[in-house]
């Protein structure tokens, strides 16, 4: 696994702090922030900005920064299910499966998604994932601010990646004191 600095961190919490500001997204007083490259060591192609906004047994919400081409890589949750909202931008969402289709909520509305294609949302729009469905997603537009609302989170327990290489938390660097303190400090 590979070390992400420190400096990096800070770097891309106050660029995420700085566009959440300009869209007009407040965050809480203490936000528990979650910077991430999957421990991969690519953060600008493979990784994800997270501040947990509530974390509580029967729900969760998060608001994320995803900048332009920054992919998550193709997951699955076993129990989660959440609505990825484009709240700013453009975000594509790409289903991985055995079949063409996967029907899911788009908008609140069934629909047949094709599987292997980016679905690009713009803001405001919404996918709501089951359980089991593997995705991706990253920034079609300068970066996206996206929001998650699901039920409850688990991210020691409920994360499954086809990349076997793939940590869900980055191991770190320390280059420089910490400006916050992350969910995985």
Known sequence: ????????INAVIREATSAFERHGWALPPKPRWD????????????????????????YCEKIMYVKHRQVTPTHYHASK???IICRWGKLAVQLEGDSDTIRL?????KTDVPVGKP??????????????????????????????VSTANDDQHDNFFDNPDIGRFSEIEEDEPAIVKLVSD
Not at 1 to 8: F, I, Q
Not at 105 to 109: L, R
Not at 121 to 132: D, F, K, Q, V, W
């Open 1 to 8: 696994m590979n070390n992400m600095k420190r400096s990096k």
């Open 105 to 109: 909520q788009i908008n609140g509305e």
């Open 35 to 58: 910077v991430t490259d999957f421990g991969l060591g690519d953060f600008d192609n493979i990784g994800l900005t997270l501040v947990n906004l509530t974390e509580q047994p029967e």
């Open 119 to 148: 679905l690009i949302l713009s803001a405001g729009e919404r996918i709501t994932m089951e359980p089991g469905v593997r995705h991706s997603f990253w920034a079609e537009s300068e970066y996206a601010i996206v929001g998650e």
């Open 81 to 83: 299910k959440e609505d």
